[in-house]
C-alpha cells in the first residue's frame, strides 16, 4: 500500500511541478516583453530582466493554486488513461486512501504558498518596485507616473519611491483647506525618517492664497505624519501582493484614519482563505477523475480543468468589486466561490464513491 500511495504522490507531484514550470516560464516571457516598453533613464535591459526575476515570488504564488488543480488533475488523468487508477481500486485500495494520497502533494504547495505569500513574496516585490522607481529618476519628477497617492485627512501625497531603509523619493504633498480648495502643494527630493516624523530635503513649496502665489525653498523641513516605514512598506506594493500581517496592519492603519479599506480587506481574506480554496480546487480535480473525466481523452481534462479554474478566479473576480461597491463583508465574496467548488467536489465525489 506505501508503494501504491508514493507512487500516487509522485505522479500527481510531478505534473504539479511540470505545470508550474510551463505556466511560469510563458509569464516570465511575457513579462520581460512588456518590461522592456518600460526602459528609458537608468532602466535599461539588464534592469528590467532583474525586475522580472524579483517579482518571481510573486508569480509563483499567485499560480500555485492553479498549479495544483492543474498538476492533479492531469496526474490522476495519465492514470485513469492508463488504467492504473481501475487495477489500485481492484487490488482494495479505497477511494479515500486515493484521494489522501493525491491530496498530499497538494498540502505541501498550499504549505509552500503561504510561506512564500507570508515571508519572501512582499519584501522581494518591494525591494523590485522601489528599485525600478530609483532607476527610472524617482526624485526628480513630482508625481511621476511610478509612485503610490495617499490621503491622510486633507493632504494628499504622492511617493515616487519608497526604499526599505525608512528613505523617500520625490514626495509630493497637496494640503486642502476643509472646504477642500488647494492651500499649498510641496515637493521634497528625498526623505529620511527620524523616528517620529520625517526630515525632508530639497523642499519646495507654493503657497496659494487670494492675492497670488509664493514659492518658498528650504533646505530642510520637518515633516509630521503617522506613517512610518512599515506602513509605507505596504503601501507602494498592490494589496494582492501583502502579506497577511502587512494587509491587516495596513487595513487598520486606513480604518483609524476614515478611509476606505475594503480592498486591503478583501486582499487580506483572499490570502486568509488561499489554502482552504486550493484544497477545495484539488478536490474537485479529484472528483472529475474519479466521476465524469473518467475515461475522456487528456486534451479534454486539461481544457475541462482550464474552463474550471478560470470560472472560478471569474467568480472571485465578479465578487469581491461587488463586495467593495455594494459594502458587504469582503470575506463572503471570497467564501462563496470556494463553497460553491467544494459543493460540487463533494457531489461528485459522493456520486464516484
Same mark, same amino acid.
Given at each position: 500500500?506505501?508503494?501504491?500511495?508514493? !507512487?500516487?504522490?509522485?505522479?500527481?507531484?510531478?505534473?504539479?511541478?511540470?505545470?508550474?514550470?510551463?505556466?511560469?516560464? %510563458?509569464?516570465?516571457? *511575457?513579462?520581460f516583453?512588456?518590461?522592456?516598453?518600460? +526602459?528609458?533613464?537608468?532602466?535599461?535591459?539588464?534592469?528590467?530582466?532583474?525586475?522580472?526575476?524579483?517579482?518571481?515570488?510573486?508569480?509563483?504564488?499567485?499560480?500555485?493554486p492553479?498549479?495544483?488543480?492543474?498538476?492533479?488533475?492531469i496526474?490522476?488523468?495519465?492514470?485513469?488513461?492508463?488504467?492504473?487508477?481501475?487495477?489500485?481500486?481492484?487490488?482494495?485500495?479505497?477511494?479515500?486512501?486515493?484521494?489522501?494520497?493525491?491530496? &498530499? /502533494?497538494a498540502?505541501?504547495?498550499?504549505l509552500l504558498?503561504?510561506v512564500?505569500g507570508?515571508?519572501?513574496?512582499? /519584501?522581494?516585490?518591494?525591494?523590485?518596485?522601489?528599485?525600478?522607481?530609483?532607476?527610472?529618476?524617482?526624485? &526628480?519628477?513630482?508625481?511621476?507616473?511610478?509612485?503610490?497617492?495617499?490621503?491622510?485627512? #486633507?493632504?494628499?501625497?504622492? =511617493?515616487?519611491?519608497?526604499?526599505?531603509?525608512?528613505?523617500?523619493?520625490?514626495?509630493? %504633498?497637496?494640503?486642502?483647506?476643509?472646504?477642500?480648495?488647494?492651500?499649498?502643494?510641496?515637493?521634497?527630493?528625498?526623505?529620511? !525618517?527620524?523616528?517620529?516624523?520625517?526630515?525632508?530635503?530639497?523642499?519646495r @513649496?507654493?503657497?496659494?492664497?487670494?492675492?497670488? +502665489?509664493?514659492?518658498?525653498?528650504?533646505?530642510?523641513?520637518?515633516?509630521? $505624519?503617522?506613517? @512610518? /516605514?512599515?506602513?509605507?512598506?505596504?503601501?507602494?506594493? &498592490?494589496?494582492? #501582493?501583502?502579506?497577511?500581517?502587512?494587509?491587516?496592519?495596513?487595513?487598520s492603519?486606513?480604518?483609524?484614519q476614515d478611509?476606505?479599506?475594503?480592498?486591503?480587506?478583501?486582499?487580506?481574506?483572499?490570502? @486568509?482563505?488561499?489554502? %482552504?480554496? +486550493?484544497?477545495?480546487?484539488?478536490?474537485?480535480?479529484?472528483?472529475?477523475?474519479?466521476?465524469?473525466?473518467?475515461?475522456? $481523452?487528456?486534451?479534454?481534462?486539461? *481544457? $475541462?480543468? %482550464?474552463?474550471?479554474?478560470?470560472? *472560478? &478566479?471569474?467568480?472571485?473576480?465578479?465578487?469581491?468589486?461587488m463586495?467593495?461597491? !455594494?459594502?458587504?463583508?469582503?470575506m463572503?465574496?471570497?467564501?462563496?466561490?470556494?463553497?460553491? #467548488?467544494?459543493?460540487?467536489?463533494?457531489? =461528485?465525489?459522493?456520486?464516484?464513491?
Open positions: 500500500m506505501r508503494k501504491i500511495d508514493a !507512487y500516487t504522490m509522485r505522479t500527481v507531484g510531478g505534473a504539479m511541478f511540470l505545470v508550474m514550470v510551463v505556466v511560469l516560464s %510563458l509569464d516570465l516571457i *511575457f513579462a516583453i512588456g518590461e522592456l516598453e518600460d +526602459t528609458r533613464n537608468d532602466y535599461d535591459t539588464l534592469q528590467a530582466l532583474w525586475y522580472v526575476m524579483l517579482t518571481l515570488p510573486r508569480r509563483i504564488y499567485d499560480y500555485l492553479l498549479g495544483a488543480f492543474m498538476g492533479c488533475l496526474g490522476l488523468g495519465s492514470m485513469a488513461s492508463s488504467s492504473e487508477l481501475t487495477v489500485i481500486r481492484a487490488a482494495g485500495v479505497s477511494l479515500k486512501r486515493i484521494v489522501w494520497s493525491a491530496m &498530499k /502533494p498540502l505541501v504547495v498550499v504558498g503561504v512564500i507570508e515571508y519572501v513574496a512582499p /519584501p522581494a516585490e518591494r525591494y523590485a518596485q522601489s528599485e525600478k522607481a530609483m532607476a527610472l529618476g524617482a526624485g &526628480k519628477n513630482v508625481a511621476s507616473a511610478h509612485g503610490v497617492w495617499h490621503r491622510e485627512g #486633507n493632504v494628499f501625497m504622492h =511617493l515616487n519611491a519608497v526604499q526599505p531603509n525608512g528613505v523617500l523619493h520625490g514626495v509630493s %504633498l497637496f494640503r486642502f483647506s476643509d472646504d477642500m480648495q488647494l492651500e499649498s502643494s510641496s515637493f521634497a527630493e528625498r526623505g529620511i !525618517y527620524q523616528g517620529d516624523y520625517w526630515s525632508l530635503e530639497k523642499v @513649496t507654493t503657497h496659494i492664497g487670494e492675492d497670488g +502665489t509664493r514659492l518658498e525653498k528650504q533646505q530642510v523641513l520637518r515633516w509630521e $505624519t503617522g506613517l @512610518t /516605514p512599515q506602513v509605507l512598506s505596504v503601501l507602494i506594493v &498592490k494589496p494582492e #501582493n501583502l502579506s497577511m500581517t502587512g494587509l491587516y496592519t495596513y487595513a492603519y486606513l480604518d483609524e478611509l476606505n479599506a475594503a480592498n486591503y480587506w478583501l486582499a487580506f481574506w483572499k490570502k @486568509t482563505l488561499m489554502p %482552504l480554496g +486550493t484544497a477545495v480546487m484539488v478536490l474537485v480535480a479529484i472528483s472529475f477523475i474519479f466521476g465524469p473525466l473518467r475515461s475522456v $481523452t487528456m486534451g479534454f481534462r486539461v *481544457f $475541462t480543468g %482550464l474552463l474550471v479554474g478560470l470560472l *472560478f &478566479k471569474y467568480m472571485q473576480d465578479l465578487l469581491g468589486p463586495s467593495v461597491v !455594494y459594502g458587504f463583508n469582503p463572503l465574496a471570497v467564501l462563496i466561490p470556494i463553497a460553491v #467548488n467544494a459543493a460540487v467536489g463533494a457531489v =461528485l465525489m459522493r456520486r464516484a464513491g
